[in-house]
């Protein structure tokens, strides 16, 4: 055979077998990429939900819980409808009310008798469980400390409210009210471990003053506190914090302890209007999405 000769076929044409097994290996390829594609976000969503009511279950027990408020008792501070945001971490280490704090906690001693009682739905129980509304729970109330455990305090009638020989000077207090005409009281000494409570909404607050002849003898066990409200996150309109007012700060009136846990300070330094359940599905989104993409790398490893 001459030199250059072919050798019946050019060198760039293929055979057809050639052509049927690269057809094959592309196909292989298209089906193992389909293989290989993550499940779509509405497969994982059933997922999201659940780690997200479970997160939202946690931090509603351990965290922060969102209440209602049901009378006119902290006006102006709290109107009849808001909803507030309580802090129940900082007791879990062992800290107690301070002085000016507005505190939620649970009924003493049948301080709510003959109040009218919430009769929420099924839904509306369950939902408050996992905080995604507020609790629906009668025994618990809302209202201002003035005086903790080893404070004497006292108010009389046309005076002002006296925290261990210091007056305080109150413009929380409903507007035409007065700090304790109706009900004057003291001087009292606040046995440890309790606290002495008062509405803002001084003539219009069945408080401490009131139940001064019941077993507690008008003092909130801290054992029944529940937490500090530190903000209102709802209705968006009243978007506030929940400071301790300066008066309580007066030197000589006490130490007070400032609450550190979740970065809470005596202005409430907390993301407003952030309830259980959107943080536990800001907790949710970051677990899901490292499932899916471990999922991803065992299935192109594989």
Not at 27 to 45: I, M, N, V
Not at 80 to 109: M, Q
Not at 237 to 249: A, M, N, V, Y
Not at 284 to 301: E, F, H, I, N, S
């Amino acid at each position: 055979m001459a030199v250059g000769a072919r050798s019946g076929r050019d060198e760039g044409e293929e055979r057809p077998d050639e052509g049927v097994e690269r057809e094959a290996e592309a196909q292989d390829e298209d089906e193992g990429a389909e293989t290989h594609k993550p499940r779509s976000f509405w497969k994982e969503l059933p997922l999201l939900i659940g780690i997200a009511l479970l997160l939202a279950l946690l931090i509603k027990t351990f965290l922060v819980q969102a209440f209602s408020i049901p009378s006119d008792s902290m006006q102006n501070t709290l109107q009849r409808g808001d909803r507030v945001l309580v802090d129940k971490l900082t007791p879990w280490f062992g800290s107690e009310p301070d002085r000016g704090e507005v505190v939620v906690f649970h009924d003493p001693a049948n301080w709510l008798a003959g109040e009218p009682t919430p009769d929420p739905n099924f839904a509306q129980q369950i939902l408050s469980k996992i905080g995604l509304m507020p609790s629906a729970d009668e025994k618990d109330l809302i209202k201002r400390t003035i005086a903790i455990g080893g404070d004497t305090v006292e108010c009389k009638k046309g005076g002002p409210v006296v925290v261990n020989g210091k007056a305080l000077d109150e413009p929380y207090i409903f507007p035409g009210n007065t700090p304790c005409d109706d009900a004057p009281f003291g001087p009292i000494t606040v046995p440890k471990g309790k606290i002495w409570v008062m509405g803002d909404h001084r003539q219009n607050s069945q408080d401490s003053r009131y139940h001064m002849q019941d077993s507690t003898q008008g003092f909130v066990p801290v054992k029944d506190v529940v937490g500090r409200a530190f903000v209102v996150a709802w209705p968006v309109t009243r978007w506030s914090t929940l400071p301790i007012p300066e008066t309580f700060d007066q030197p000589g009136i006490g130490n007070q302890a400032k609450a550190t846990a979740l970065g809470l300070g005596a202005s409430g330094l907390a993301p407003v209007g952030l309830g259980p359940a959107a943080l536990g599905l800001v907790g949710a989104v970051p677990v899901v999405l490292w499932r899916r993409r471990k999922l991803t790398r065992g299935r192109t490893a594989g």
